[in-house]
């Protein structure tokens, strides 16, 4: 097994574990999901290419990467036919592995993924009648222990590298068949006529699958560029939520150098609940949180910020905490828009859901003051895929663990 040692983040942020930006193969080719177009071109003037021929190729391969979404060098037909062998010989096309799909009887679909070195993470697709949206993870497991999140339950297990959290987006067009259709060679026998993009239905992606963004901000930055760029996979970032629960010392470096739509977790209004359901608020409070939405690059009217809110029966949803939650956001003066999430119940949680009655009052009560509070529809819940329910039995190793796992095969 490939060896997953983990090291922290230095600087101010908390130590978190952080994984290596390329999984390393056993047969020591490398993989290409996940590289920039730089990259690329890096690695193949390393492996022997000229410059000029590097840059050619670079260009030439991203393009069937992530705009065609071919898995297999042999489809690039406007590579000359000698050269596709010579790039299967030393790089791989990657998916992650999909342990197991499911689909919920509304529509939701959930896979159980595998990383490289064994680890197991989880994707959810929802589609709508207007749109549909991915839901992507950024960790195996999650570090902030909110306790209303099955999620919150893993251990971390290691951070996705960009590779594996742009891998679940071209894994989810490979299963929707949202890939181009059609020739699109740059031969000279080529014909435009022959080239068709359908109409897609994963229109949408949110950064709200298991783990924190913030916590693996590089990989999660590397992988979105990709999403975003427009000679690849090409979703406009306003078509993407990153969501955290308030990560507040990477917060404006999020939107300077990412520039996608910002939710937030926040789910209480007073010091002593988001204590306990959220403790990262011990670190950084309430008012430190909404003073970094209050300066997040680019918010506005028209690109609010989502402030997530968990309907907890008895927990935080009495009309004083809908009147508190106004008072805070137009205290800061924010562009704001609430989603109400009525609670997902799973084996152990020591929550109720709010009863229908009061998730309405409470709604009413933010709509009243000039604020969006939809309540959003649970989606998925028949196969644990609803917000708050995605978990593995993902475990993470102690560093014993994994050398008794690494010296097995030799000891056979």
């Known amino acids: 097994m490939t060896s997953t040692e983990l090291m922290p983040i230095p600087g101010q942020v908390d130590p978190v574990p952080v994984a290596r930006d390329i999984t390393p193969r056993a047969d020591g080719r490398q993989d290409l999901i996940g590289l920039p177009r730089d990259r690329i071109r ?16 670079a260009k030439q391969v991203f393009h069937w990467l992530y705009h065609r979404g071919v898995t297999d060098f042999a489809a690039m037909t406007d590579i000359a036919k000698p050269m596709r062998p010579w790039l299967a010989e030393r790089f791989v096309i990657g998916r992650p592995d999909v342990v197991e799909a499911q689909h919920s009887t509304d529509g939701t679909r959930k896979w159980l993924l595998k990383t490289a070195d064994g680890h197991e ?14 839901c992507v993870s950024s960790q195996v497991g999650c570090t902030l222990n909110c306790t209303f999140c099955h999620t919150g339950t893993m251990r971390l297990v290691r951070n996705l590298t960009p590779g594996e959290i742009v891998g679940q987006v071209m894994l989810a067009r490979d299963a929707l068949g949202e890939w181009p259709k059609g020739k699109m060679d740059f031969a000279a026998e080529a014909s435009e006529a022959e080239y068709t993009a359908d109409g897609r239905l994963l229109t ?12 693996n901000f590089d990989n999660v930055r590397d992988a979105l560029r990709l999403v975003m760029d ?18 507040v010392p990477m917060m404006e470096r999020c939107g300077e150098e990412i520039g996608v739509n910002l939710a937030v977790s926040l789910h209480a209004v007073t010091k002593e609940v988001r204590d306990e359901i959220v403790p990262l608020n011990r670190k950084y409070g309430i008012e430190e949180l ?12 028209a690109r609010r910020i989502t402030f997530e809110y968990v309907m907890l029966k008895d927990k935080n949803d009495s009309d004083d905490d809908a009147r508190e939650l106004v008072r805070l956001l137009k205290k800061f003066d924010l562009p704001a828009k609430v989603n109400l999430i009525p609670f997902n119940p799973w084996p152990g949680a020591a929550y109720e859901c709010s009863t229908p009655e009061r998730v309405r009052r409470f709604s009413e009560i933010v709509f009243e003051h000039g604020i969006s509070a939809p309540v959003r529809t649970p989606r998925g819940r028949d196969i644990d895929a609803a917000c708050g329910q995605l978990k593995t039995t993902a475990q993470k190793k102690s560093r014993a663990e994994r050398d008794r796992e690494a010296a097995a095969p030799a000891a056979v």
């Open 42 to 57: 890096a690695l193949f003037e390393y492996a022997g290419l000229d410059t000029k021929q590097a840059k050619l190729r």
């Open 204 to 215: 949408n992606i949110v950064m709200m699958g298991m783990g924190e963004p913030l916590y």
């Open 121 to 134: 993470f989880e994707m959810v697709f929802i589609p709508d009648a207007d749109r549909g949206t991915l």
């Open 290 to 301: 909404l003073s970094a939405c209050a300066a997040y690059p680019g918010a506005s009217n």
């Open 230 to 247: 427009g000679d690849g996979l090409a979703l406009s970032k306003r078509r993407i939520t990153l969501s955290t629960s308030g990560v």
